[in-house]
């Protein structure tokens, strides 16, 4: 929080305080009500443990494992209006990944967080999955908080959880199934002087949505996206075949963006995935065991990119990196409802052969409740 101007800058202390432990399970809702906290909420910590006892084959666990354990995430504020909405995937891991709310360097990506384990998948034995993500209204310093003290006013939090056979395709368990999830609240400490953050009102939300029309393969087409209306920070696509599967083999060699008919992106999709590397660290480096040039170079990528997943990053005001919640939002993307933001491919690619593809989108939104605060603050 930033006080008026002339003084120096200070910020509140963080807190965190519990919202509720519950043990919903397979195919359920998770509608419990949130509690105030005494201050200005900064978003949520989920963390989720699922428990089951495989068959004697061993299973099988889906690419999207095991943030699709929630199949609908739907955060509103207390006035209704959604915030954060679509699948446990895009939520929990594209939106925490790419958005740099949730962390930066190796903790950009949930999956590398110190609670993170891994299932199991041993046949007959009794397996666990640990994860812990975060849902974030803070988008800069202090600035998209919400309002926490006044118990009248909480957000809403609801989220649909999956079936078994979503998790584990085929040789699903059929025993020892469990789930537990834990919500606690990050807030600012309400100030000792009279003193809001700035721009309160203001809200990041992140809408995951289906472009339009689908794309056969080996197309030359463009798709649009739904309507904005708001400053983005951060667009996200996804593409996924006619089963649902995120696909790599669909994204054309050069693609195009293009904001009411004007090319703003035209590169070379090695490119584009450089990028993000400079700007995200994702994709970026890997610990090669071998660096023989005459010997195939192994290794893991520190922040690996999900299959089938692009980013354009509007978060580098003060560097070419993205800095996570430290940005001024001088290159955020300027829209209207009447904007008209576009994706094209000359041609697109052929794709695994489950045509046609779908392009899904989810964009980091900033509507401000006036003028947007840009800038650093006074130090």
Same mark, same amino acid.
């Given at each position: 929080?930033? *006080?008026?101007?002339?003084?120096?800058?200070? $910020?509140?202390?963080?807190?965190?305080?519990? #919202?509720?432990?519950?043990?919903?399970?397979?195919?359920?809702?998770?509608? #419990?009500?949130?509690?105030?906290?005494?201050?200005?909420?900064? !978003?949520?910590?989920?963390?989720?443990?699922?428990?089951?006892?495989?068959?004697?084959?061993?299973?099988?666990?889906?690419?999207?494992?095991?943030?699709?354990?929630?199949?609908?995430?739907?955060?509103?504020?207390?006035?209704?209006?959604?915030?954060?909405?679509?699948? @446990?995937?895009?939520?929990?891991?594209?939106?925490?990944?790419?958005? @740099?709310?949730?962390?930066?360097?190796?903790?950009?990506?949930?999956?590398?967080?110190?609670?993170?384990?891994?299932?199991?998948?041993?046949?007959?034995?009794?397996?666990?999955?640990?994860?812990?993500?975060?849902?974030?209204?803070?988008?800069?310093?202090?600035?998209?908080?919400?309002? !926490?003290?006044? &118990?009248?006013?909480?957000?809403?939090?609801?989220?649909?959880?999956?079936?078994?056979?979503?998790?584990?395709?085929?040789?699903?368990?059929? &025993?020892?199934?469990?789930?537990?999830?834990?919500?606690?609240?990050?807030?600012?400490?309400?100030?000792?002087?009279?003193?809001?953050?700035?721009?309160?009102?203001?809200?990041?939300?992140?809408?995951?949505?289906?472009?339009?029309?689908?794309?056969?393969?080996?197309?030359?087409?463009?798709?649009? %996206?739904?309507?904005?209306?708001?400053?983005?920070?951060?667009?996200?696509?996804?593409?996924?075949?006619?089963?649902? &599967?995120?696909? +790599?083999?669909?994204?054309?060699?050069?693609?195009?963006?293009?904001?009411?008919?004007?090319?703003?992106? +035209?590169?070379?999709? !090695?490119?584009?995935? *450089?990028?993000?590397?400079?700007?995200?660290?994702?994709?970026? @480096?890997?610990?090669?065991?071998?660096?023989?040039?005459?010997?195939?170079?192994?290794?893991?990528?520190?922040?690996?990119?999900?299959?089938?997943?692009?980013?354009?990053?509007?978060?580098?005001?003060?560097?070419?990196? +993205?800095?996570?919640?430290?940005?001024?939002?001088?290159?955020?993307?300027?829209?209207?409802?009447?904007?008209? %933001? *576009?994706?094209?491919?000359?041609?697109?690619?052929?794709?695994?052969?489950?045509?046609? $593809?779908? %392009?899904?989108?989810?964009?980091?939104?900033?509507?401000?409740?006036?003028?947007?605060?840009?800038?650093?603050? *006074?130090?």
């Amino acid at each position: 929080m930033s *006080e008026p101007s002339g003084r120096p800058v200070r $910020h509140a202390p963080d807190g965190r305080r519990a #919202q509720y432990v519950t043990t919903v399970g397979f195919n359920g809702l998770i509608s #419990q009500p949130t509690v105030s906290m005494p201050g200005y909420c900064k !978003g949520y910590k989920l963390q989720t443990i699922i428990n089951a006892t495989n068959l004697a084959s061993a299973p099988t666990i889906a690419a999207d494992f095991p943030d699709n354990y929630y199949q609908l995430i739907q955060m509103k504020d207390a006035f209704g209006t959604q915030l954060i909405v679509g699948p @446990g995937f895009v939520v929990l891991r594209e939106v925490n990944l790419y958005s @740099g709310q949730f962390g930066t360097d190796l903790m950009r990506d949930p999956q590398n967080s110190p609670m993170q384990t891994v299932y199991n998948t041993t046949g007959s034995a009794s397996s666990t999955v640990t994860f812990s993500r975060f849902l974030s209204f803070e988008f800069a310093k202090a600035y998209g908080v919400i309002s !926490g003290a006044n &118990a009248a006013l909480l957000p809403v939090l609801q989220m649909n959880t999956s079936t078994t056979a979503t998790l584990w395709p085929t040789n699903t368990p059929t &025993a020892g199934l469990s789930a537990q999830q834990t919500l606690d609240s990050d807030f600012y400490w309400l100030p000792s002087a009279p003193t809001d953050p700035p721009g309160l009102g203001t809200t990041c939300q992140y809408i995951y949505q289906p472009t339009n029309p689908p794309i056969p393969a080996n197309a030359s087409q463009l798709v649009q %996206l739904p309507r904005l209306g708001g400053y983005l920070t951060v667009l996200i696509l996804e593409m996924r075949d006619a089963l649902g &599967a995120r696909d +790599d083999t669909m994204w054309p060699a050069r693609p195009k963006i293009l904001v009411d008919g004007v090319p703003l992106v +035209d590169t070379l999709l !090695g490119t584009w995935q *450089e990028d993000m590397a400079v700007a995200m660290g994702i994709g970026a @480096g890997a610990a090669f065991v071998n660096n023989n040039t005459s010997t195939t170079q192994t290794g893991i990528i520190p922040v690996p990119r999900p299959a089938g997943t692009l980013c354009i990053n509007r978060k580098t005001s003060l560097s070419q990196r +993205d800095l996570g919640i430290l940005d001024t939002g001088e290159i955020f993307l300027s829209t209207n409802p009447g904007t008209q %933001l *576009e994706v094209g491919g000359f041609p697109w690619g052929a794709g695994d052969g489950q045509n046609p $593809h779908i %392009l899904n989108a989810t964009v980091g939104q900033v509507v401000p409740s006036g003028t947007l605060v840009q800038g650093l603050p *006074e130090l």
